[in-house]
């Protein structure tokens, strides 16, 4: 249930409605009867979920950094709002950037969503860099451009939701830190939180059967940036505090937000990102200013090679 009360759907955060078919928390009305009569609202998944993990594109992000196309039902701004309250709690921030768009989803401004909170970093989806990738490298790098970004965190991890790499460190690590707060999985859309919390609740479940029991109703995984909609609270701690999966923050400047929604999953990455060279036909103008920009823009163009070919 959300603050207010309402009954969510339990992939992505959404009120629960019998109202417009296709949006985002759209229950048949015979279930939701049945459902709530029996005080089982919370094993409810919401129609648009069930398609999303089918792998289906449900876009429903508008506004500035939602979409450009596809359908909309709620926007940016009203997302952001949904996180408002948090900087006043008293919590532990896991904060997730995507390492693929390390720059493009680092999410600078993530004190006015987080107050003056302790911060986790957690690095995602390490399994796509290249084979021959140091990690150590990367780890240093990291903290050498989180210093520079003036972000002060209490540590460094770099995971992968798929591989599980690094996802016990960053258990140990919250354990420790958390001191019966609540812990929020918060960053920009797309970064892979819901996926991060299923890796938690999986590795946990070996020792923790309250995480065993919330790997049933765990928050929905899509391609599609916008798949969380609401703050999902998830019972995976067997002392105090409880964890949080929240809806991304959708910045203006990343691909979903210039991308037609049919066009995004081929641009996401399948498999390991091969290293690449600008081609020397690129004018030296050109290739200083690209360099110039961000890491995410030239990865961004990367992508663009390898799928133009
Ligand atoms: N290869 C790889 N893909 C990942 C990993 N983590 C997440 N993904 C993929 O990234 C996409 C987004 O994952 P989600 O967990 O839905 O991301 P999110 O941050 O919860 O997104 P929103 O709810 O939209 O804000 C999905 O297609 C995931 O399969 C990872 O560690 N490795
Ligand atoms: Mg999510």
Redesign the pocket.
């Known amino acids: 249930k959300t603050p207010s009360g309402v009954a969510c759907c339990y992939g992505?955060g959404a009120p629960l409605h019998t109202g417009e078919e296709g949006s985002p928390g759209h229950v048949e009305p015979a279930t939701y009867d049945l459902k709530k009569r029996h005080n089982q609202l919370k094993t409810v998944l919401c129609g648009r979920c069930k398609l999303l993990s089918h792998g289906h594109m449900v876009t429903a992000?508008g506004g500035h950094g939602g979409y450009p196309g596809g359908k909309q039902f709620v926007s940016a701004e009203e997302l952001r709002e949904k996180l408002s309250y948090l900087r006043h709690e008293k919590a532990l921030i896991v904060k997730?950037v995507?390492i693929v768009d390390f720059n493009g989803s680092f999410l600078s401004r993530i004190r006015d969503f987080a107050g003056a909170n302790p911060i986790v970093l957690v690095i995602?989806?390490?399994?796509?860099l290249p084979r021959d990738t140091d990690l150590n490298c990367i780890g240093d790098w990291v903290v050498e451009s989180v210093v520079r970004k003036k972000l002060n965190v209490l540590s460094v991890h770099l995971?992968?939701?798929?591989?599980l790499?690094g996802i016990t460190g960053v258990i140990s690590e919250i354990q420790q830190e958390k001191k019966a707060r609540d812990v929020y999985?918060l960053?920009?859309?797309?970064?892979?939180?819901?996926?991060?919390?299923?890796?938690m609740l999986k590795t946990m479940a070996y020792k923790d059967p309250v995480a065993a029991a919330a790997q049933k109703y765990k928050?929905?995984?899509?391609?599609?940036?916008?798949?969380?909609?609401g703050p999902i609270q998830i019972e995976a701690f067997l002392g105090g505090g409880k964890l949080y999966?929240?809806?991304?923050?959708?910045l203006h400047h990343r691909q979903a937000a210039v991308i037609h929604a049919d066009d995004l999953p081929s641009l996401?990455?399948?498999?390991r990102l091969k290293g690449r060279c600008f081609p020397v036909c690129i004018p030296r103008s050109v290739k200083s200013m690209l360099l110039s920009q961000n890491f995410h823009t030239n990865l961004f163009l990367q992508n663009i090679m390898l799928c133009s070919g």
């Open positions: 992505c992000v997730l995507d995602t989806k390490v399994d796509l995971t992968s939701s798929k591989s790499v999985i960053g920009s859309a797309n970064v892979g939180k819901s996926a991060f919390i299923s890796a928050p929905i995984q899509s391609a599609v940036p916008g798949t969380t909609l999966d929240t809806p991304g923050v959708h996401a990455p399948q498999s």
